[in-house]
C-alpha cells in the first residue's frame, strides 16, 4: 500500500488584479476523482494545507453544467463528503516529504493564491488536471 500526500489550497478566495476578491477553493473533479481512485485501490491519502485549515471546495465546480451533470455534481459531493482526511488536514510545513510515495496538487483557481511560489526545500514539480478518459 502507498501513502500519498494531497496538498490542497486552504484559499476561500482569490484576489484578482483589480483588488476584487472572488469565490474559490479547490476543484471538486480535481480531488474526488483521484481520491476515489487511488484509495479504492487500497492506498492512503493524507491531506496537508497552508496552516493545516480545513480545504473549501470551489462551489462553481459542483454545478451541474461544470459536473457533468445532475448525478456528477452529486457523484463528486458524495465522494468529497466521505473523504474524514478532508476535515483533519495536517499543516503543510509539518509535512516530511520522505513520508510519502508520491505527491498530488488538486488544481482549481485556489492553489493559484496560496500556492504560486516554491515551498522552501521542496524539489521542483508540476501540477495538473487529473483526466479520468
Known amino acids: 500500500m502507498a501513502k500519498l500526500l494531497f496538498v490542497v489550497t486552504g484559499a476561500t478566495y482569490l484576489t484578482l488584479k483589480d483588488g476584487t476578491r472572488y469565490a474559490t477553493g479547490y476543484w471538486a473533479e480535481e ?3 483521484p481520491y476515489k481512485a487511488i ?3 487500497g492506498h ?3 491531506v496537508a494545507t497552508p496552516n493545516g485549515v ?7 465546480s459542483l454545478r451541474p453544467e461544470m459536473a457533468g451533470g445532475v448525478q456528477g ?3 463528486l459531493e458524495a465522494i468529497i463528503r466521505s473523504a474524514e482526511t478532508m476535515r483533519r488536514p495536517i499543516r503543510l510545513s ?3 516529504l520522505e513520508d510519502y510515495d508520491a505527491v498530488y496538487l488538486p488544481g482549481g483557481h485556489g492553489p493559484m493564491q496560496v500556492m504560486r511560489r516554491r515551498v522552501s ?3 521542483p514539480g508540476r501540477s495538473g488536471c487529473w483526466r479520468t478518459s
Open 44 to 46: 492512503e491519502v493524507v
Open 54 to 60: 480545513t480545504p473549501n471546495v470551489d462551489m462553481m
Open 39 to 41: 484509495t479504492e485501490a
Open 94 to 96: 509539518d509535512v516530511r
Open 31 to 33: 480531488f474526488a476523482n
Open 121 to 123: 526545500g521542496w524539489p
Open 73 to 75: 455534481a452529486l457523484d
